[in-house]
């Protein structure tokens, strides 16, 4: 089992920036890919970015060139530093951890965060 807390999130004036917080705890494997999705209101869940504990990382192409994701391996940590927030931001963002090991497929979820952007 792999327990992921998220933080961070709340309400912020379009253009302005927040940080995303996601601590995973539990049976955690090298190999993994730790990520963020968002689902805003009456929208499928989507990807928003993910990287791997290698450093690859996959941005969704509305984020590319304002959001960046990272990770500390060291404290199964990874983050989303959000700048140039839009109203279109504005959604519940799940952190993800996957990994794949032969026929195991190991994929968790947080409990989500709120992010609001409006002025």
């Known amino acids: 089992q792999v327990q992921l807390v998220e933080s961070g999130g709340g309400l912020v004036q379009p253009g302005g920036s927040l940080r995303l917080s996601c601590a995973a705890s539990?049976?955690?494997?090298?190999?993994?890919?730790m990520g963020w999705y968002r689902q805003a209101p009456g929208k499928q869940r989507g990807l928003v970015a993910t990287?791997?504990?290698?450093?690859?990382?996959n941005y969704a192409n509305s984020v590319k060139g304002r959001f960046t994701i990272s990770r500390d391996n060291a404290e199964n940590t990874v983050y989303l530093q959000m700048n140039s927030l839009h109203p279109e931001d504005t959604a519940v963002y799940y952190c993800?951890?996957?990994?794949?090991?032969?026929?195991?497929?190991?994929?968790?979820w947080g409990q989500g965060t709120q992010v609001t952007v409006s002025s």
């Open positions: 993800n951890y996957k990994r794949v090991y032969f026929s195991s497929v190991d994929d968790y």
């Open positions: 539990g049976s955690i494997f090298s190999g993994n890919t």
């Open positions: 990287i791997t504990s290698g450093g690859n990382t």
